[in-house]
Structure formats: C-alpha cells, structure tokens
C-alpha cells in the first residue's frame, strides 16, 4: 500500500462488479482493493474469466460498480452514487486487436485523438510520440503496410498521445508470435518507463506479467489473491494458491521453452 503522504495515482477500494441476469445478480469481482503508484506499471494476472478484463473495463467507465470506488489522484471516477463519464477520465487504454483505422495513415492515427488541437501543435505531438515508440519514418504508411509489431507500437503511441493520467492495456500482445511478444514487451515497458506514465495492463501470460510489471495482482474468482512485486510473487506467496499458480506457470513456460529449442 502507499504511504499515507502520497495519493497513488490508481486506488480500487473495496470493488464489486456485477452483472444482471434472469436469476438476478452475478457477482463478477468482489471485496476488490489496490494501490497503484504514480509512474508504475501494474498487471492483474489470471486464467480467462478470473473478472480481470471487468476490472479493467470498470476503471475506463465501460461497466458500473456496484460497490466500493475507483479513484485517479484522489478523485472518483466510479462509485454505486457517482459514474463519471469515459471521455472525462483521463484515462487511455491499448486494446489487443490495435484498433487501428486501416483508411487512416500512421500519423493520422497517432493525431486522431488530437483533432480539436491546432495542427501545427498536433503534428508536433505526432512526431513525438511515433519517435518515442521507435517508427520516426512511418508517419505516412498505412497499418496493414506494418507488422503486427509495428501495429502495437502505434497503437501504444496514439494512447499515449493525449497525455493520459493513466494508460490501460487489454491483454495488448495476445495476437503476436512469441518471439515479437516477449520483445515487445521489454520496449514498451522502457517506453513507459522513459516517459513516466502510469499503466495497468491485463493477462493470462505470467512471462508478459513478470517482464511488464512492477506490481502484480494474481486473481482468482474475482477475487485478487496477492498485490505484491515479482520478486515476493517468487519468493513469499501469500497462500498456497498463488504458490501452485506461479509454479505451474513457470513450468509451462520451461516446457514450451524446451519443445521450442527441439525444434
């Protein structure tokens, strides 16, 4: 948790998500609470259906809370009284299918959410953010002239270009080869690093996790298990759960690793 004389960027207190169905309520996540600092990367981690992804969801405002609150530096986004709306949140998110618009070229991606701006601010913008993300040439290209690489990055450089207090990233490397995802993984850490922004990203690959994050919330039936840094995921599980789940990850990954170099 965060000191009490510093506001974490990113605070979920006492989180319940839920869905309405025929036979009433579904209670998705629930008793959820986190701090995230300002400038950190954080991941929830979890099988598919864990209520990782509704998190996330909930924090850009897509779904409501039920219970508890979501607060960006000490204001409330979301509470059961108070749902402030998604384009008022501050908030980017990186989505795992790019979304980019295939008739726009790279650079007007990048600039799309900078349109109210006066062009000449809003090309300077552009150029930054694609030189920060390492495709300073590519300005005029169109996404399917890219890799699926190179589609992420400009992805990556269009949330990052309005400034976002916070930057959300859903499961953002699921459709790479592994090779491009764990690669791509460390670059956009060191681009988030190097420009200070503060993000939260969801997945099911503990190796995206482990190279990502500087804080990782395992989760389990909505529920988070352990908040805690790789290194006590590692080496202090909180239960037995988080022990067998961390375990059995990295033993996939020694066998995928070894059927890989087989050949």
């Known amino acids: 948790m965060s000191s009490p004389l510093q506001t974490p960027a990113l605070r979920l207190e006492n989180l319940h998500l839920a869905y309405d169905t025929p036979q009433g309520e579904r209670s998705v996540v629930s008793d959820f609470s986190l701090d995230l600092e300002r400038g950190a990367i954080g991941c929830l981690l979890g099988a598919s259906g864990c209520g990782k992804s509704t998190v996330l969801r909930a924090i850009a405002g897509f779904e409501p809370v039920r219970g508890g609150r979501i607060l960006l530096d000490g204001e409330v986004l979301s509470s059961p009284t108070e749902q402030r709306a998604p384009e008022l ?17 790279v650079a007007q991606n990048v600039g799309f959410g900078l349109r109210r701006r006066p062009a000449r601010e809003r090309d300077r913008q552009v150029a930054a953010m694609l030189d920060m993300v390492g495709l300073p040439t590519a300005g005029d290209s169109y996404p399917h002239e890219l890799s699926g690489g190179q589609q992420q990055r400009v992805a990556l450089a269009r949330s990052l270009a309005a400034s976002p207090d916070l930057l959300l990233l859903d499961e953002p490397f699921s459709n790479l080869d592994v090779d491009t995802r764990e690669h791509l993984a460390f670059e956009v850490r060191d681009i988030l690093k190097s420009s200070g922004h503060t993000a939260i990203l969801v997945t099911h690959n503990q190796a995206e996790a482990f190279a990502l994050a500087d804080r990782i919330g395992v989760m389990a039936g909505g529920q988070l298990r ?30 995928d690793a070894a059927l890989a170099r087989q050949g």
Do not use: K
């Not at 949140?89 to 070229?105: E, I, K, N, S």
């Not at 908040?227 to 059995?248: K, Q």
């Open 89 to 105: 949140r501050r908030v980017g998110m990186m989505f795992q299918d790019y979304a980019l618009f295939p008739h726009l070229t």
């Open 226 to 255: 352990q908040w805690d840094s790789p290194y006590n995921l590692h080496h202090r599980p909180a239960d037995t759960f988080v022990a067998d789940f961390i375990r059995r990850e990295s033993l996939v990954r020694q066998r």
